[in-house]
């Protein structure tokens, strides 16, 4: 401990130091700047603040910041940025009195009676004397206010971990990850602390990058690296593709690259998929039997044809490609190629009966359906022709003959005679007129026309004239589309008509 003259000749030292004109000077220059300055006597006590650093404080005298060292961390609280406190002999006023050099320590400042109130300092030491053996006449705390600063980066950092988007940020002076967020984690399966601290070169974002000179070029000059296609190494050994680019930033006070991925896996494998949908589609469309053509929706530009379609129609690939089926003379005629287009107006084709002309000359009788469907972003129709000449054939020397064998119906039982109308007309489905559209008198005429009695007969069974029955008959004929009886009598038998009971004064005929 100093006795009792040096205590003297030290106070008398430093009301000296108060009073002289450099340090008046010293308030003049330091008064304005931007930065907080502190000056701080050797005794510990608070010499002088300019209005900077008061602010920084949230106090507006210097008296506020508590006089000395020790009222100065009895007023505020500091701590480190990890939420660690600073001890007594930690605060950067403490270390300057203790003669420590120090620069850029970054704390946390809060009051101590309203810890609401909080800054984030970045802060040096600074000794002034008057020659470099003399002990330091006065000491300076010199203060940067980086809340701003830090409460962006907070934010950022935030951002960066919640964000979905996978994201990595490489420090660009030694080219090691500094930070990877759960995005890139979930997509790679990578765990943290096998990416932080790694390089590029172990972990390659650029892997098989499209423009990987380009990349690894704008790499090492930090600056941007634009969007490309490249391939991730996973752990297991696959590779997953993705969209990559780069973004310089700093952090940290740290020139850093901030690399974003977006996961085209999916679209690789759904462009697989498709592939393989089209190799099958083909190979299906050229080994069906039955005879196909691809063409455009509007216009019927055809696209495509099978093997079985050139078979049929004799018409090459390379003859009938490119044109329309109206343009290659497909139909037998124009009529059919307008009832084609009106039909397909109202909905796709099923069934729909039509002639077509090989390029022979020839016509062949086909079921023609058509079913709409995409490639790429074309509307596209299939066409599917199947050939009926032979059976169309075979039904009419079919029909022929059983409306040969039907002008005298009373040779034949009911049974025979619904097994004829079932072959010469099978039961339609809802179009065309119904028995519904025949009155009850009309449906009794027409009982009596299916079991093969003249109109003298009718009207005896029924009791009418012959002249009514003769009108019945006529507009049943209308209402049905038919011109002759035994064409009644098939319509009638093809939709389960004319089974009642035999007609008065006919015996029952035997069953078949």
Known sequence: MADAPDRLSMASSLRTLRETVDLRHLRQIIGGLDEGVILIDPDESLLWANAAALRMHGVDRLEALGGDVRGYRARFNLRYRNNHPLGADAYPIERVVAGDHFSDVVVEVARADDPAEQWVHQVRSLALNDGDDEPPACLALIIQDVTARFEAEERFEQSFHANPAPALICR??????????????????????????????????????????????????????????????????????????????????????????????????????????????????????????????????????????????????????????????????????????????????????????????????????????????????????????QRKATEMELVGAIEAVMKDTSWFSRSVMDKLARLRAPRPEAAGPSLN????????????????????????????????????????????????????????????????????????????
């Open 172 to 389: 660009l002076g030694d080219l090691r990850f500094v930070k990877v967020n759960q995005g890139f984690l979930e997509m790679t399966g990578f765990e943290r602390d096998a990416i932080l601290g790694r390089s590029v070169y172990e972990v390659d974002v650029l892997r098989a990058a499209e423009k990987r000179s380009l990349a690894t070029e704008r790499l090492a000059e930090g600056r941007t690296i634009p969007q490309m296609e490249a391939e991730l190494a996973l752990p297991g050994g696959d590779t997953k593709l993705v969209i990559v680019a780069g973004q310089p930033i700093e952090l940290d006070d740290q020139p850093c690259m901030l690399f974003t991925f977006a996961d085209l896996e999916p679209r690789r494998k759904a462009e697989t998929a498709l592939r393989a949908s089209e190799e099958r589609f083909t190979r299906t469309f050229q080994m069906a039997p039955v005879a196909m053509a691809i063409g455009t929706r509007d216009g019927h530009l055809l696209c495509e044809v099978n093997a079985s379609f050139v078979a049929l129609t004799g018409f090459a690939p390379r003859e009938i490609i490119g044109r329309s089926l109206l343009d290659a003379h497909l139909w037998a005629d124009d009529s059919t190629g307008r009832a084609i287009d009106i039909a397909l107006a109202q909905g796709a084709l099923r069934g729909h009966e039509a002639r077509i002309r090989t390029r022979e000359g020839g016509h062949i009788d086909c079921l023609v359906s058509t079913e709409a469907f995409p490639i790429g972003e074309a509307a596209c129709l299939l066409w599917a022709f199947q050939d009926i000449t």
């Open 437 to 512: 559209d025949l009155t009850p008198r009309e449906r009794e005429v027409l009982g009596l026309i299916c079991r093969g009695l003249d109109d003298k007969s009718i009207a005896r069974a029924l009791r009418l004239s012959t002249n009514t029955v003769r009108n019945h008959v006529a507009r049943i004929y209308g209402k049905i589309g038919v011109n002759r009886r035994t064409a009644a009598a098939v319509w009638a038998r093809a939709r389960g008509f004319g089974e009642e009971q035999p007609a008065p004064g006919r015996p029952h005929e035997a069953s078949a």
